[in-house]
């Protein structure tokens, strides 16, 4: 009789637990649903004068007048979705290779201390990189890098025309150094996750490490891999002060990635403390809705990207 | 014994550190980030000689301040343009803008070659390259005004402030005073559009100072102050009165003082017509409303009145000390009589 009332008890203590993690983990879900939509709403209502002055046009002019209240966002949305661009595709190919090299290949005595000092990047602040980036990046890039890439690719429109020191390029790099400790700490994690036994198998059958790297640590992770990278570029999208001081803060659309350009995120820094007239707080914050709207259809390129190329891999 | 004798002292010793701190009425103010350097320090010295009063101001922008101004979330707002019509319209009550500060803005450039008595510019050749329509370095209007420099067949690279500011307000102020064209395309603001083709804006004083320093065949515009704190290379510039000279403290202030009658709808000197007048300079306004009704609105309001008119007079020296410029004695006498009008 004893045990049974034990077991009752520890029967309705366990539903009590449950209840409260239930209510718990609800909570927090909803928390989160109701920031995102509070954030959108407000974005939304912040911006309506300016949605109701232009509104699809916003998107297609790339005059950005305070002086006539004429605004357009295109060249800022370009300049937002290609540094970052630039940042994933440099800092992915660093951030997995480094990271791939961490795990398998790095003694031990070189791979924690060097994942340590990649993780400290992390903890910069962000207004370090760039001013580093300005004062110590973009000169030489501009002195050697810029001029060097132009002499053997120039053929290129990318690598064409006047080379400023503060452009698309500089804020690119700047973003992937800043991003590639989140792409390769969770890269670490992710290769270290594959199943052992899929590494034992593939050396047995005689492949070397480098070919078990490639033909079956790497595709195994591939999916975290790219969470890592879709995470990433969430940061660099919405990197601020950094872009801000090497990016050149130019609204215009150019060929060349040599040349300045503006992000919707830097034009807020920029304006919204001097920005007095309606209209104009309204644009910088329809500025700030699109960042929202641009930053939620990057990632679900990306993740349609996961399914439609990495499916099909997984079924061969 | 002992112990207690100590206890009692250190206590003392506290009540007499505390008690001024605890009486001292705290003020607040917030606005332009111009000013700060010269507010802090002003405040700081008032605070040292009135033991009642401490002034927290906060630089976040002449915006900023304007907004919280109109909100009343401080006591004292301070913008380097006076509010506009629209700004005032919306303020719950009646205020008064006074001038407390003057400033420069300094012509910078980057060259690869030294010239002798640094690049020489007319105001319309300045105004050309913003335009961009003197577009390169070797352009014969430059030439025709710096014989003997040498001048390289490069482009212009045509620096400016990326963050809305009152140095870019003054700026583009005054290059729509010496161009007709700058005035209809362009026009005047914190921020404006940008028409040269090789335009690239730096955040800050700072950025663009980074911006010029590094980019061979630059031009950019900066606040005196920092100029001087950065020994930069300053261009020349021609005033109205076809005379050329640098940007220097006497030089603003001999534009101010061209200007007697200045009040807050007309508040600009740039291209002013003074003999040694250095054409590109402003002030910065503070402002607070003109009655108070509440008794503890009114003593405070009284204290921050006292507070802006020391500032605007006695407080002026400091600016000195900073590399701004002093505010000529007529206007001191403005702002004086402007707060003169504060009932409290």
């Given at each position: ?172 790099i700047v973003l992937a150094i800043m991003i590639v400790p989140t792409v390769s700490a969770i890269t670490r994690d992710v290769i270290a996750a594959v199943a052992r036994e899929h590494r034992e198998a593939s050396m047995a059958l005689g492949a070397t490490r480098w070919e078990t790297m490639a033909r079956v640590i790497l595709p195994g992770a591939t999916t975290g891999i790219f ?90 | ?344």
């Amino acid at each position: 009789m004893q045990s049974e009332s034990h077991e009752q008890l520890h029967l309705r203590r366990s539903r009590i637990s449950d209840r409260w993690f239930m209510a718990g983990v609800y909570g927090a879900t909803g928390l989160f649903v109701a920031i995102v939509a509070g954030l959108f709403v407000e974005l939304y209502a912040g911006s309506s004068s300016s949605i109701h002055a232009f509104g699809f046009k916003f998107l297609t002019s790339s005059h950005w007048n305070p002086v006539t209240n004429q605004f357009g966002a295109l060249p800022m949305i370009y300049g937002t979705v290609v540094s970052s661009l630039i940042a994933i595709v440099l800092a992915g190919f660093v951030g997995v290779f480094g990271a791939a090299y961490l795990v398998e290949f790095a003694p031990r005595a070189v791979a924690r201390p060097l994942a340590f000092l990649i993780e400290l990047l992390a903890a910069v602040p962000s207004v370090i990189f760039g001013l580093w980036g300005l004062f110590i990046l973009a000169p030489v890039l501009r002195a050697y890098v810029e001029p060097f890439l132009q002499a053997k690719f120039g053929f290129l429109p990318i690598f064409q025309g006047f080379i400023f020191g503060s452009s698309l390029f500089t804020a690119g790099i700047v973003l992937a150094i800043m991003i590639v400790p989140t792409v390769s700490a969770i890269t670490r994690d992710v290769i270290a996750a594959v199943a052992r036994e899929h590494r034992e198998a593939s050396m047995a059958l005689g492949a070397t490490r480098w070919e078990t790297m490639a033909r079956v640590i790497l595709p195994g992770a591939t999916t975290g891999i790219f969470g890592a990278c879709v995470l990433a570029l969430g940061r660099a999208l919405g990197e601020t002060i950094a872009t801000t001081m090497v990016i050149g803060n130019k609204p215009a659309i150019a060929a060349s990635l040599f040349q300045p350009a503006y992000t919707l995120a830097s034009v807020i820094a920029n304006e919204f403390t001097e920005a007095t007239s309606d209209l104009y707080v309204s644009a910088l914050i329809e500025l700030g809705l699109l960042l929202f709207v641009v930053s939620l259809a990057v990632n679900g390129i990306a993740r349609v990207l996961t399914w439609t190329v990495l499916r099909p891999a997984k079924a061969r | 014994m002992k112990r207690v004798n100590v206890l009692g002292a250190a206590l003392s010793f506290a009540a007499l550190v505390v008690a001024p701190a605890l009486a001292a009425t705290q003020l607040t103010g917030a606005g332009s980030s111009f000013v700060n350097p010269f507010f802090s320090k002003a405040f700081y010295e008032y605070s040292a000689a009135h033991s009642d009063v401490t002034v927290n101001y906060q630089p976040i922008g002449s915006g900023g301040g304007i907004q919280q101004f109109t909100q009343r979330t401080v006591d004292f707002g301070a913008s380097d343009v006076p509010m506009n019509a629209d700004e005032i319209k919306r303020l719950p009550a009646s205020a008064v803008q006074v001038p407390i500060a003057l400033g420069g803005v300094a012509v910078t450039y980057n060259l690869p070659s030294f010239i002798k008595g640094g690049l020489k510019l007319t105001r319309e050749t300045l105004a050309d390259i913003y335009l961009g329509k003197i577009a390169k370095w070797n352009d014969p209007r430059l030439t025709k005004i710096n014989p003997g420099a040498e001048l390289p067949d490069a482009p212009i690279i045509v620096v400016h402030r990326s963050d809305g500011s009152g140095t870019t307000y003054i700026f583009t102020d005054f290059l729509s005073h010496v161009s007709g064209e700058w005035k209809s395309k362009v026009g005047t603001g914190k921020s404006v559009e940008w028409p040269a083709p090789s335009a690239v804006g730096g955040k800050g004083n700072d950025g663009v100072a980074g911006a010029v320093r590094q980019t061979s065949g630059s031009i950019g515009y900066v606040e005196l102050a920092y100029v001087h704190e950065n020994k930069m290379t300053q261009a020349q510039l021609q005033n109205a009165a076809g005379r050329f000279g640098f940007c220097t403290g006497r030089g603003v202030a001999a534009a101010a003082a061209t200007k007697l009658n200045l009040t807050p709808t007309d508040f600009s000197i740039v291209d002013t017509k003074g003999e040694t007048a250095w054409p590109i300079a402003g002030y910065t306004w503070a402002f607070m409303y003109r009655e108070y009704q509440k008794p503890e609105e009114k003593s405070r309001a009284k204290m921050v009145r006292d507070v802006l008119e020391w500032t605007a007079t006695s407080g002026q020296r400091i600016a000195g000390t900073l590399d701004y410029v002093p505010l000529p004695e007529s206007v001191q006498e403005i702002a004086k009589k402007s707060l003169s009008e504060i009932k409290v």
